[in-house]
């Protein structure tokens, strides 16, 4: 392969024309040479650079309707949300060109959706892609999408995820709202495990709990194993998505209830 040689003898993967500032990245996603495109990638080409007019490699595979290059460009880190010196963004031009997987692509993506867009497409002809990215404007979290798509392992996937590590699950409603909607029969599965997810934690649920949260309960597990008559007891009270707290000693009867402790400050001081 061409390419692959010039690069093993030295030459410069983010070289720009003077001209009008192509770098060999932009020249690629501009023919859809998907391959090469992921050679440079590979060899240290800026996903983000520009040519003089500001359109980046994801500007111009958007533009061109080139998918596959497009994604690779999103798995590499592209900044979906970038645009010209015009103002267009990848999903504004994917609309204008009437490049409909690619929208939907963006916008599953994390492309913000603005009434720009949703005009753009009806503009084209694009209609039903235009009432599309108008109901799903709102989808900010892998949940949302998940029950778009009725997809329960999604949920699951998300939930255990760190994606709600800092950060409250959305409404139980507006998720219920999406699972739903249209045609395509509701998951009630998929609805119940939405439900566990919100309802106050407990050991029966530990299959939606979060990763910090089944790492963290883990450890405690192996450091209070073995100790006989010494061992640790601790009471999971509640979790918040934003951490979890532990009781240090069971609470018997009347007894006194301890304050609540974070998990860091348990394993860090107590354990």
Excluded at 106 to 132: C, F, P, T, V, Y
Aim: charged share 25%.
């Amino acid at each position: 392969m061409v390419v692959q040689f010039l690069l093993n003898k030295g030459a410069a993967v983010n070289h720009a024309l003077i001209q009008n500032g192509f770098t060999p990245l932009l020249f690629a996603c501009q023919n859809g040479h998907e391959g090469t495109a992921r050679l440079l990638l590979e060899k240290g080409a800026a996903v983000d650079i520009t040519r003089n007019d500001s359109f980046t490699a994801l500007l111009i595979a958007c533009q061109e309707g080139h998918k596959g290059t497009a994604r690779l460009l999103l798995e590499k880190g592209a900044a979906v949300d970038l645009a010209n010196n015009t103002g267009a963004t990848a999903l504004w031009l994917a609309c204008k060109s009437k490049h409909e997987a690619i929208a939907r692509l963006l916008a599953r993506r994390g492309a913000l959706i603005n009434s720009d867009d949703i005009h753009e497409a009806k503009k084209q002809g694009k209609r039903k892609l235009a009432k599309w990215l108008r109901r799903v404007r709102g989808h900010t979290t892998s949940l949302h999408w998940a029950c778009e798509d009725r997809d329960r392992e999604g949920m699951l996937r998300g939930l255990r995820s760190d994606e709600f590590e800092g950060a409250a699950l959305p409404p139980l409603a507006e998720l219920e709202l999406i699972a739903r909607r249209g045609k395509r029969p509701t998951c009630e599965r998929s609805l119940r495990l939405l439900r566990l997810a919100l309802e106050p934690w407990d050991v029966l649920r530990r299959h939606v709990w979060p990763r910090s949260f089944r790492d963290s309960v883990a450890a405690v597990a192996d450091v209070t194993r073995g100790r006989g008559e010494k061992a640790i007891c601790f009471t999971i009270l509640s979790f918040c998505g934003r951490g979890w707290w532990a009781g240090h000693e069971p609470v018997v009867g009347d007894a006194f209830v301890p304050a609540p402790r974070p998990a860091a400050e348990v394993l860090r001081r107590l354990v």
